[in-house]
Nanobody
Framework: QVQLVESGGGLVQAGGSLRLSCAAS????????MGWFRQTPGKDREFLAR????????YYADSVKGRFTISRDNDKNMVYLQMNSLKPEDTAVYYC??????????????????WGQGTQVTVSS
């Protein structure tokens, strides 16, 4: 069992930055890959970024590549999403999730078995 709690969302102006955090409980955190997704009303949950169990590999959706950075600290059971150059279209609820498959690129919502409750990010123009 893994529990995830996101924090760090809020209101920011376009061009600004936010850093989301995801605190994980459970002894298996360091052996799992972690991902960030986002969702807006009426749309499917969108994959944003993934980091493998060791942090050795990261993957990004084209929509955020070069602006967002995923990282993790296995000693603290934390994963982060640094978001720079934010745009109004980045407004969404952001979720972290964990995948028992520790390697490679997996982008499907169904690939991840535990999810946080989400944190709202609003980017004003």
């Amino acid at each position: 069992q893994v529990q995830l709690v996101e924090s760090g969302g809020g209101l920011v102006q376009a061009g600004g930055s936010l850093r989301l955090s995801c605190a994980a409980s459970g002894r298996t955190f360091s052996s799992r890959a972690m991902g960030w997704f986002r969702q807006t009303p009426g749309k499917d949950r969108e994959f944003l970024a993934r980091i493998t169990w060791s942090g050795g590999s990261t993957y990004y959706a084209d929509s955020v590549k070069g602006r967002f950075t995923i990282s993790r600290d296995n000693d603290k059971n934390m994963v982060y999403l640094q978001m720079n150059s934010l745009k109004p279209e980045d407004t969404a609820v952001y979720y972290c999730a964990t995948d028992m498959v520790p390697h490679g690129l997996r982008v499907g919502r169904g690939d991840y078995d535990y999810w946080g409750q989400g944190t709202q990010v609003t980017v004003s123009s």
